[in-house]
């Protein structure tokens, strides 16, 4: 079975610092584009970022681009999230998700998913 499982710190306060980690398992890591998706309360799931197989091409939506980081590392199998100057905006579940596909903004071009994971950043 494939899994991923997204782990982390799950609080910061404003200002703060948190990093994420996606294991995969069951896979070869290096044939899928990873995603984070987060969904806040009372919102939609969005994607956050994404990076590609091979040749690690990233994107950042406009609202974490200067303060979010994507990266991998195939010999791990895990893609890693460095969330900095956290807001409480940013208070949500996140997840992890692997695509075939490449890299994509589409959440429906993803094949497995992480189990989700609640960060908070307070005020």
């Known amino acids: 079975d494939v899994q991923l499982q997204a782990l982390g710190e799950a609080w910061s306060r404003r200002g703060g610092s948190l990093k994420l980690s996606c294991a995969a398992s069951?896979?070869?890591?290096?044939?899928?584009?990873i995603g984070w998706f987060r969904q806040a309360p009372g919102k939609k799931r969005e994607v956050i970022s994404c990076?590609?197989?091979?040749?690690?091409?990233?994107w950042y939506e406009g609202s974490v681009e200067d303060r979010f980081t994507i990266s991998r590392d195939n010999t791990k199998s895990t893609v890693y999230l460095q969330m900095n100057s956290l807001k409480p905006e940013d208070t949500a579940i996140y997840y992890c998700?692997?695509?075939?596909?490449?890299?994509?903004?589409?959440?429906?071009?993803?094949?497995?998913w992480g189990q989700g994971t609640l960060v908070t950043v307070s005020s």
């Open positions: 990076i590609n197989n091979g040749d690690g091409n990233t």
């Open positions: 998700a692997a695509s075939t596909g490449g890299i994509s903004r589409n959440e429906y071009e993803y094949n497995y």
């Open positions: 069951g896979v070869k890591f290096d044939d899928y584009a």
